[in-house]
């Protein structure tokens, strides 16, 4: 399974962005897709991800309301899109994907296996 996340930049504090991730070598349907970032100094931490049946999501508190993850099956991509955008949003922002993440283990780094090269985010006050 490759990853491409892509559609990172730089951005105003209250703009908006939305980002890409291009899933191959899976079965698309079969594979759920989380979203983590990390800051530097920082450690890694989820922000959202969605499932593989169904399309059920989940967002981190830092990031609901503001942010939606969607699957688009036909383009075998996720989208993360990013409103009210904040400077501590900044971050390198990876997609992540696995056919074996249940439920309750979403949000966790260590139920995906296979990982993207990240996106830059800059929110700049």
């Known amino acids: 399974v490759q990853l491409q996340a892509s559609g990172g930049g730089l951005v105003q504090a209250g703009g908006s962005l939305r980002l890409s991730c291009l899933v191959s070598?899976?079965?698309?349907?079969?594979?759920?897709v989380g979203w983590f970032r990390q800051a530097p100094g920082k450690e890694r931490e989820f922000v959202a991800a969605?499932?593989?049946?169904?399309?059920?999501?989940i967002y981190a508190d830092s990031v609901k309301g503001r942010f939606t993850v969607s699957r688009d099956n036909a383009k075998n991509t996720v989208y993360l899109q990013m409103n009210s955008l904040k400077p501590e949003d900044t971050a390198v922002y990876h997609c992540?994907?696995?056919?074996?993440?249940?439920?309750?283990?979403?949000?966790?780094?260590?139920?995906?296996?296979?990982w993207g090269q990240g996106t830059q985010v800059t929110v700049s006050s």
């Open positions: 992540a994907a696995d056919s074996h993440v249940i439920t309750s283990s979403m949000p966790l780094a260590r139920a995906y296996y296979y």
């Open positions: 070598g899976r079965t698309f349907s079969t594979v759920t």
């Open positions: 969605i499932k593989r049946s169904g399309g059920s999501t």
